[in-house]
């Protein structure tokens, strides 16, 4: 499950660091994969030093993104935590081959281990972002009401579209929606 926008400020990480906690808090085997350079969720759940090595060596392969997961304070939630060298994704998903699902086959592996993966994504399109979209059997779009949001609702439909990406699984969620989610006591 991704949460994904183009617009930054939504509530992408508060929502999927609340639902992932949910999901975790009811036995379900949860991965939190950190996207994000600024490693907010990360933060949240007290893992923002980074990778241990670099992001350059997960994405060619060259180490294997099992090796990075961290267990946290909480039972059934992991997290493979954000890393400001994710600032250069793109070019490293090109050096990798530049395939679209090259998101895949990495996260293909922990399908044995956890029920739930969440995704936190940085806010832009991107070749990462559209890995992202492909590989999501559900996307969120954290939506606040205001003008430019619903712009970049609009121009995220156009990308879909464009790019011919699954758009059955994709849900907008208003951002006050989130709110009636259980608070999380930490952070
Ligand atoms: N449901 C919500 N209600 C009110 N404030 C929220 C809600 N979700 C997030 N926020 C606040 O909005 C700001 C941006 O949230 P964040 O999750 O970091 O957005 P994003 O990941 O999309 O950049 C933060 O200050 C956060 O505490
Ligand atoms: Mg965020």
């Not at 939504?10 to 609340?18: I, L, P, R, S």
């Not at 350059?56 to 997961?69: S, T, Y």
């Not at 439909?157 to 208003?174: I, M, N």
């Amino acid at each position: 499950m991704a949460f994904y926008n183009l617009k930054g400020g939504v509530g992408k990480t508060a929502a999927a660091v609340n639902v992932a906690w949910e999901a975790a808090s009811s036995g379900v085997p949860t991965l939190f994969w950190d996207f994000d350079p600024q490693a907010a969720s990360s933060w949240y759940l007290q893992h923002d030093d980074g990778l241990q090595r670099s992001a350059k060596k997960l994405i060619k392969g060259r180490r294997p993104v099992g090796a990075e997961v961290r267990r946290t304070a909480w039972e059934y939630l992991d997290l493979l935590p954000g890393d400001l060298g994710y600032r250069h994704m793109d070019l490293l998903i090109e050096q990798a081959g530049g395939k679209p699902d090259a998101l895949a086959d990495l996260v293909r592996p922990f399908a044995e281990q956890y029920a739930l993966l969440v995704l936190d994504c940085p806010p832009n399109f991107s070749r990462l972002s559209d890995n992202i979209l492909r590989v999501s059997d559900l996307l969120a779009v954290p939506t606040i009401p205001s003008p430019l949001s619903f712009r970049a609702w609009e121009q995220l439909r156009e990308h879909f579209k464009e790019e011919g990406l699954p758009r059955k699984r994709w849900h907008r969620s208003f951002r006050w929606w989130t709110v009636a989610a259980p608070c999380i006591g930490i952070g």
